[in-house]
């Protein structure tokens, strides 16, 4: 007899893995699939980082390292916060972790309590509300527009802070929507966060390097909130490190130290060499990535061209990341050959199972009006994918 735990009963599967697993799924039957649902750069590690790993394994360093991760990498972080965002991290406020996914996990699980609040903007990230549940907290969902670029306003967060409310979490550049806070707004939003002394704010930067207009703000750089305000950054989506699994945090040394403490007993430190990889990767100048970024550009123009065109589809500029956001309400209700489109994640599978492209479903973000499609894929592939989903959009009916 099987018989799960109520913590599995009650968490959902991850909507990105899983369109992810079904594609493979369908690719191994021979069916041509476009994958645009994983958050994944397609372009391989830099040279230079993969030259790193291979001095550290010619090094021998394949043995444990420091549960919070090796002094150099945490010292060569720091300079990073320093340089890039004039935030102030020592070595013994940084840990180390198996991607942002644990970091912030960590983070979590470090301050949340049963039955406490935590505040999510939405569209968010799908873990956030996940690993909320897990630590025992309650997921609550600020809901944003595409008209305001899906950013909450310090007047929309006080709306929704009570005696409960114990920490916000949200990303900027934004995955899945794209937006990217202004340092005018971010300062805007800590006059909030500055009043309720009992609220922490995770503040998810991942996307950091990947931002077309902007110049990055960090929350943390405001001084008044800095002692509440966790900085969560990697080397995954920056720097083409996705299977390297590295990310860590800058926070006030007592959460660190609780991190450090939650992370000992479930995984200790990530793997040495990716350490050093990354060691590679912070100390860099940023501009080493640049024809990335300049790449992922030319794709978003290109998407977002051809998504304003579709009846029914209504899109924003997103000014950061990897990802479309559009909204797609004006398609629910519309009917095919084979059923009718009630939500977004019908609308994915129809897209999935009849223009074979994947993509995900609003749902899973905390805002079912809309789709994510990640143009973190060749020209050639978007393209097609494009011409897919055009012919598919058009083929419904009222």
Known sequence: MEKTS???????????????????????????IIGLSLGEPDFDTPEFIKDAAKQAIDDNFSHYTPVNGLQSLRDAISKKFKRDNDLDYSADQIVVSTGAKQSIANVVLSLVSEGDEVLLPAPYWVSYSEIVKVAGGIPVIIETSIEDDFKITPALLEKHINDRTKMIIYSSPCNPSGSVYTGKELSDLSEVIEKHEQLFVISDEIYELINYQSVHASLAHNKSIYDRVITVNGVSKGFAMTGWRLGYIGAPKWIADACNKIQGQFTSAPCAVSQKAAEAAVLANPDQVRYMIDAFKQRRDYVLGRLEAMPGVKINTPEGAFYAFPDISALLGKTWSGGSIENSQDLAMYFLEEAHVAVVAGEAFGDPNGLRISYAASMEDLEKAMDRIEKAVKALTD
């Not at 109520?6 to 041509?32: F, H, V, W, Y």
């Open 6 to 32: 109520a913590l599995i009963n009650r968490l959902s599967e991850s909507a990105t893995l899983a369109m992810a697993r079904m594609t493979r799924e369908l690719k191994a039957k021979g069916i041509d």
